[in-house]
């Protein structure tokens, strides 16, 4: 049932964008040591309103749908900031509101998005989740940077994992590669592929 929410919704993201939404499909491999998994993120945002719909983000076989509000400001330094409230489904089941906020300025970008899910089971199983961002486009195609997270869709030693990531584009396609905990023993690489539509 899972699988099958989370099929239409990427069906109809594509089929719903005219003029003037955004719509964008991303896919990130999970290449860990011992398994490895993709998350894939649709989004859909319609002047201001923002619809987003995820599939094991917040854990294994659990698909998630968004709804929330952008707001925008500034010309030189550019802040936006989205915050949404999600209904989780699956493996893990509850609510959650988030965050997604951006801060730039030239050529520079602080990202990230957050949420705290309230799990249906109990509040021994609420967590708070990080994806954050630094980046730098150093070419009109090529985008490195610093992130981090803060997760629990696999298991790990580290409360927070840090990495370095490069993003090239062409087109309305980009190809990210993250390398995590390279200094570590549990060092993983993210391949990730976003598509504008």
């Known amino acids: 049932m899972n699988r099958l929410l989370l099929l239409l919704a990427f069906l109809c993201i594509p089929a719903v964008a005219t003029a003037d939404t955004a719509g964008r499909v991303e896919a990130f491999a999970y290449l860990l040591q011992e398994d490895g998994f993709v998350l894939p993120i649709a989004t859909l945002d319609r002047e201001s309103l923002h619809l987003e719909a995820r599939y094991q983000y917040e854990d294994r076989e659990t698909v998630s749908a968004w709804a929330g509000w952008s707001f925008a400001t500034g010309t030189d330094l550019e802040l936006t900031v989205v915050p949404m409230v999600g209904i989780v489904a ?3 089941q509850g609510w959650a509101p988030g965050l997604e906020a951006s801060l730039a300025w030239k050529s520079f970008e602080l990202y990230s998005e957050n949420e705290y899910v309230f799990d249906a089971e109990g509040a021994e199983g609420d967590y708070f989740y990080d994806w954050s961002q630094l980046s730098w ?3 009109s195609w090529l985008t490195l940077g610093l992130s981090v997270q803060r997760t629990r869709v696999y298991a790990s030693e580290l409360a927070i994992e840090r990495g370095l990531f490069a993003a090239a584009r062409r087109g309305p396609a980009e ?3 993250f390398g995590f905990n390279l200094d570590g023993e549990e060092p993983f690489a993210i ?7």
């Open 90 to 92: 699956g493996q893990t």
């Open 137 to 139: 486009d150093a070419k």
């Open 175 to 177: 190809l990210s590669v």
């Open 191 to 197: 391949v990730a592929l976003g598509v504008d539509l």
